[in-house]
């Protein structure tokens, strides 16, 4: 009922910024909180940052508090991560997604890599 797209993921340097966007069309009314997740490989999925629908509250865990911000333009129907202080720890695919119960919606995933 939701699609998700991701853009933005590249080849960045430690120290290095990146802005991700996830795009969402179909049936916007029903979305409500949305976030990014990340999963490296040999590893579990893992959240990285979510934001609620109208009060825009967010929720970060410890490995990129202070270094990510998510943000949502409601009106483009678009959710952003903008990520500094890149670290090579922050190597993975990027998914963006979408909590409309009883459902949940992902994106197909974009890749980043933080290396020299």
């Known amino acids: 009922q939701v699609q998700l797209v991701e853009s933005g993921g590249d080849l960045v340097q430690p120290g290095g910024s990146l802005r991700l966007s996830c795009a969402a069309s179909?049936?916007?009314?029903?979305?409500?909180?949305m976030g990014w997740y990340r999963q490296a490989p040999g590893k579990q999925r893992e959240l990285v940052a979510s934001?609620?629908?109208?009060?825009?509250?967010?929720n970060y865990p410890d490995s990129v508090k202070g270094r990510f911000t998510i943000s949502r333009d409601n009106a483009k129907n678009t959710v952003y991560l903008q990520m500094n202080s890149l670290k090579p720890e922050d190597t993975a695919v990027y998914y963006c997604?979408?909590?409309?119960?009883?459902?949940?919606?992902w994106g197909q995933g974009t890749q980043v890599t933080v290396s020299s």
């Open positions: 179909g049936s916007i009314f029903s979305i409500g909180t």
């Open positions: 997604n979408a909590v409309s119960p009883p459902f949940v919606s």
């Open positions: 934001i609620t629908r109208s009060a825009y509250i967010t």
